[in-house]
């Protein structure tokens, strides 16, 4: 008897399983009604495991997704600073999401808003832009000082004057508005009910409560995106490759084809590419033909995209990114999804010297790349790297967000 309950409870199980699998393999999206692996009925009463309804989000507003793949990360420039810390190594880097643009005026006016209302008034005070990178004892840049970060004209010019810490602060931020958008959307219908239903159940959920992560519905965190995500976006190799030539033979020395700075095609034929600094006491061209047409920074839909749709990974202004700075760390990272996150196998203590010398490299020193309106075109090739420490700001640094690319294993 023993032996039939069991056989019994098996072609039962059976059968469950063959039902799911009617209309094909369980997947993220339709896992069934049933578990694979007990046979029992998601969601069958309260006792019963909930399995939520689930329609993956394309990233999160303002995000571009950014197929990934194996890559040549390192300066393919001549070494002019004599640094040798970006030499030449292969790696492979996870999809991911990254920011069509830099992070601009209006949206961190947007963020000043929010924390007025929400925060303490010492965490707004901390979070406002410090205006004063514009201020030079021997130029007149006053006017931006009042003007750059406030008045309407420059609302979608890139943000700057921010340090890598207020840049981290700002990722936070916008995690918590956007994932509270979505929970009002689900709350209120919107077409999102499925955000708390649940298979098998009538759950509703309670008032003011927010997704949970198993919803599928709460976005991962916007960052700053790691040095590698960084660089291999800007490279977008995608342009660049011939009928599936993994041996990617045209290595690009900026996001765009070519070894010039100048548009070679059509009505833009000798346009420039990026806004940077032409040569000494040259920031624009002549007037009447202005050719980069950006005094100082420039709005953030100016020049062409890269082939992954990015705006200004080169030039306009350098931009913060999550990796500590160290000299060898393309000797120390690992060759998947590289990043430095502290001084691990390169501890700051080998920078300092026992006999009064002081190095500028610590752990709260943080890497910049791209190059900006203020930085000749060797800054503009996306290997290129420098560093500046983290609670530090200039009015060539700004930034863009990036977010993991979740449940996918590209």
Same mark, same amino acid.
């Given at each position: ?20 699998? +009617? ?14 692996? *007990? ?5 069958? @009463?309260?006792?019963?495991?909930? $399995? ?12 571009? %997704? ?20 970006? $030499?030449?190594? *292969? ?5 991911? %999401?990254?920011?069509?643009?830099? $992070?601009?005026?209006?949206? /961190? ?5 929010y924390l007025k209302q929400d925060s303490l008034p010492e965490v707004y005070t901390a979070a406002l832009p410090d205006t004063t990178v514009w201020s030079r004892q021997l130029s007149f840049n006053d006017p931006y000082v009042t003007y750059y970060l406030r008045y309407p004209g420059f609302r979608f010019f890139p943000v700057v004057g921010v340090s890598w810490l207020q ?5 936070? /931020? ?21 955000? %708390? ?12 409560? +927010? ?50 700075v100048r548009n070679p095609y059509g009505r833009e034929m000798g346009k420039f590419l990026a806004n940077f600094k032409r040569g000494r006491g040259d920031y624009a061209g002549i007037a009447g033909a202005l050719n980069d047409g950006a005094m100082i920074t420039d709005y953030i839909y100016s020049y062409p995209p890269n082939d992954f749709g990015l705006y200004n990974m ?6 913060? $990114?999550?990796? *500590? ?22 501890? +700051? ?13 610590? @752990? ?8 900006? /309106? ?24 700004? %930034? ?11």
């Open positions: 008897m023993k032996f039939a309950k069991y056989l019994s409870a098996a072609v039962l199980g059976g059968l469950l399983l063959t039902a799911c699998s +009617k209309g094909g393999q369980p997947t993220s999206r339709n896992p069934g009604d049933y578990s694979t692996a *007990t046979g029992i009925e998601y969601g069958e @009463d309260e006792k019963s495991f909930q $399995v939520n309804d689930y329609a993956d989000i394309e990233g999160g507003p303002g995000l571009i %997704f950014i197929e990934g793949g194996r890559t040549v990360l390192g300066s393919m420039e001549e070494d002019v600073a004599m640094t040798r810390d970006n $030499v030449e190594r *292969t790696v492979t880097v996870a999809s991911f %999401f990254m920011d069509e643009t830099e $992070v601009a005026n209006i949206h /961190w006016l947007e963020y000043l808003h840049a981290n602060d700002y990722a936070i /931020w916008r995690t918590a508005k956007v994932n509270e958008n979505l929970a009002k959307e689900a709350e209120g219908g919107g077409g999102r009910r499925g955000l %708390f239903g649940r298979r098998g159940g009538s759950a509703e959920p309670v008032e003011g409560s +927010k997704p949970s992560i198993e919803s599928g519905y709460v976005l991962p965190n916007y960052r700053l995106p790691t040095e590698a995500e960084w660089e291999y976006a800007a490279q977008a190799m995608i342009g660049t490759q011939y009928s599936e030539d993994e041996n990617q033979n045209n290595r690009r020395l900026y996001p765009w084809d070519g070894h010039q080169a030039g306009n202004v350098n931009e913060w $990114v999550q990796d *500590t700075y160290r000299p060898l760390s393309f000797e120390d990272v690992e060759d998947l999804n590289p990043f430095r996150r502290d001084g691990y196998l390169d501890e +700051k203590e080998n920078y300092d010297s026992s006999e009064g010398f002081h190095s500028l490299i610590t @752990d709260e020193v943080k890497v910049y790349k791209g190059g900006s /309106w203020k930085d000749v075109a060797y800054w503009l090739s996306p290997g290129t790297r420098r560093f500046m420490t983290q609670d530090s700001s200039t009015a060539t640094i700004g %930034f863009r967000c990036a977010m993991i690319n979740a449940g996918s294993n590209r």
